[in-house]
């Protein structure tokens, strides 16, 4: 008789069962939160890393940031072992033209959106030679292009449609310790980034 009501009391103590169908969607809830939130969190920030450059550096001028220091990054998430060239640009005025010499392999320039959306990489390892000239423009491009109806979109490798008339160009260059610092900085001091203003072309 107690054994009967030891194994009555252990079994109403057990977890109902779930289904298949519930934890499936539990699963595909739980993922969706996750990738809306992750994909919603640079829209939350109060302060862009475009508008913490903005703020500091003048615009359409390619600068060389100073080397990372603990409360002292422009970015967040600096990494301390590169060396950076950063170029806050507008294309308001016109196109924006850049130049760049990705000097040694693990060199890099990169293109970003106020929003940090990175639309545009090319690393020094893909090049035959080192300088890279690029032109930034607004995106003309729409989706009736595609099928051939209006202009056709732009397919030249060294014009870069932006998503957005604003950005950041960013060159980057792995630090290889003080005593090459100053070559690096002033070899990242080469890069420009220019603005071509609309009918001087």
């Known amino acids: 008789m107690l054994r009967a009501a030891d194994g009555a009391a252990k079994r109403g103590w057990r977890l109902p069962r779930l289904s298949l169908h519930a934890l499936l969607v539990a699963l ?17 920030s109060p302060v862009t890393g475009y508008e913490r450059l903005a703020e500091g550096l003048p615009v359409n001028e390619m ?3 100073p080397p990372v220091a603990p409360g002292g990054e422009l970015l967040p998430f600096n990494d301390p072992g590169l060396q950076m060239a ?8 016109g196109t924006l033209t850049v130049n760049a010499t990705l000097a040694e392999p693990g060199w890099s320039l990169a293109i970003y959106s106020p929003l940090g959306d990175n639309y545009y990489a ?10 890279v000239t690029l032109v ?8 009736l292009n595609l099928f051939g ?24 260059a792995p630090r290889k310790g003080d005593a090459f610092e100053a070559r690096i900085a002033a070899q990242l001091a080469r890069a420009s980034c220019a603005t071509t203003v609309v009918g001087t072309q």
């Open 28 to 44: 595909v809830s739980a993922g969706i939160v996750h990738i809306t939130s992750t994909l919603a969190i640079p829209y939350m």
């Open 63 to 65: 600068r060389v940031l």
């Open 86 to 93: 950063v170029c806050p640009f507008d294309l308001a005025a």
């Open 122 to 131: 090319i690393a020094a390892a893909s090049l035959r030679q080192p300088t």
């Open 136 to 143: 930034i423009e607004p995106s003309r491009a729409t989706l």
């Open 149 to 172: 109806i209006g202009s056709a979109p732009n397919f030249d490798p060294s014009r870069v449609a932006a998503p957005d008339s604003r950005g950041i160009v960013v060159v980057r």
